[in-house]
């Protein structure tokens, strides 16, 4: 494989910073940068790699000190990403769009990520430098530029996403290419690619950072990090090396699925609006044991986590995501996942389905005028945290609700689980 190698300087398209400053931050950077922003929090899924890569001046911030990782990213802005990360001869001829004028900002960047096959244009001589790059579009850009080739089928390595059916044929090989290199990053879930969604800066950091660890010129992202879980990784790819159990009969390993279900003797389904963030609590629904038959983990664990706001294939959802798992006394910091939950229109709930259910106070409102006076719904479900405000999602339906079933939350895990610490 073809190794290349970063200038380690600052990304400005990145940094979303106004035209007048993008050459000081590239000529000059600071000696010391900025590794840590107001709006990226210790808990936030992508911290790891945009604190590294600010650490090592390949990325910046807004003037505000704010990062603002969920902001979406333009094609000229990740042209000018590609150009300040990887340092590589021109094997093309540039020519020109007929959308980006000499005197564009990003024309330079265009000019060289064209010319080193990181990107193409469209029919019509078009660049589309203001468009927002899909996901897909990202990765692909970074396998035919660093000229990544797959190895295996590229049927059975997308089998490894959910959503592989909404992966354009175009992009097939190098999506295979990246993924079989550790460059795909997805959260909340790593099953899901969501490929046709406008990528977040947050995920082109991870995607750059991944690019730079495949090429050799960064650390893997260590292996009990959170963000490490949304790396996808192949069954039988060398996994970054994990801490040594004391007993390897107590280690969950990594994938193990969990099954669960809400607390209490009675089955009780769980009603959020989306855009909702709910914390709450399962348990494990049966008991997980070991090769030799041992329980590890057993019936009635409780695993605590929170529903929180998933998108499929355009339509709003939920998932669990676990933070803690308590066995009696002890607690250990746990990393489990479920598979997403999708809306659906209030019309259409069955009112089996939430007799006697638990439902957050918003979804109690959606569902006032199907319920009608009378109708035996459940307790409050409490927590609930609001994206803004108390604003659902803006994107999903007003009259739409998420209906889970606790059973089909049966969780994976992330990492692995040493219990014998």
Not at 79 to 94: G, H, L, M, S, T
Request: aromatic share 6%; net charge neutral.
């Amino acid at each position: 494989m073809l190794r290349v190698f970063p200038r380690i300087t600052s990304i400005a398209a990145i940094c979303g910073l106004s035209i007048s400053t993008i050459t000081p931050l590239i000529t000059a950077p600071s000696a010391r940068a900025q590794a840590n922003f107001s709006d990226v929090s210790i808990g936030y899924w992508a911290r790891p790699f945009i604190e590294k890569l600010a650490e090592k001046n390949v990325i910046k911030g807004f003037p505000d000190g704010t990062f603002k990782p969920d902001q979406p990213v333009t094609r000229a802005q990740f042209a000018a990403i590609v150009r300040q990360a990887f340092e590589r001869d021109p094997n093309r001829q540039y020519r020109g769009f007929a959308d980006v004028p000499n005197n564009h900002w990003a024309q330079p960047a265009i000019a060289k990520a064209y010319s080193t096959r990181f990107m193409s244009g469209y029919p019509g001589n078009l660049f589309k430098p203001n468009q927002e790059i899909p996901k897909v579009q990202a990765l692909v850009s970074l396998a035919s530029g660093l000229e990544l080739e797959p190895d295996a089928p590229t049927n059975q390595v997308l089998a490894t996403y959910k959503d592989a059916a909404d992966i354009p044929d175009y992009a097939d090989k190098g999506i295979t290419a990246a993924t079989e290199a550790g460059l795909v990053v997805n959260y909340p879930n790593a099953k899901f690619l969501n490929p046709n969604q406008e990528a977040s800066r947050a995920e082109i950091a991870a995607y750059v950072y991944q690019a730079l660890v495949d090429q050799g010129d960064l650390e893997p992202i260590p292996n009990n990090a959170r963000a490490n879980t949304y790396i996808v990784k192949l069954e039988g790819s060398p996994p970054t090396p994990p801490v040594s159990p004391t007993n390897p009969g107590s280690l969950i390993a990594s994938g193990t699925a969990i099954p669960v279900k809400y607390p209490g003797p009675n089955k009780v389904n769980l009603i959020v609006a989306p855009g909702e963030t709910v914390d709450t609590n399962l348990e494990v629904a049966e008991d997980i044991t070991n090769d030799a038959g041992i329980v590890l983990i057993p019936k009635g664990s409780v695993i605590e986590g929170s529903l929180v706001p998933v998108t499929v294939n355009t339509t709003p959802g939920t998932q669990f995501v676990a933070k803690q798992l308590k066995i009696g006394t002890r607690t250990y910091a746990f990393r489990a996942n479920s598979d997403p939950q999708v809306a659906v229109g209030r019309q259409s709930v069955d009112p089996t389905d939430i007799r006697g259910a638990i439902g957050t106070t918003a979804a109690r409102t959606i569902l006032g005028s199907v319920l009608g006076s009378g109708f035996n719904l459940g307790s409050l479900l409490t927590g609930v945290v609001l994206g803004t405000s108390g604003a659902r999602n803006p994107s999903a339906p007003g009259d739409s609700v998420i209906v889970v079933d606790p059973a089909d939350l049966e969780l994976t895990t992330q990492s692995d689980l040493n219990l014998s610490t």
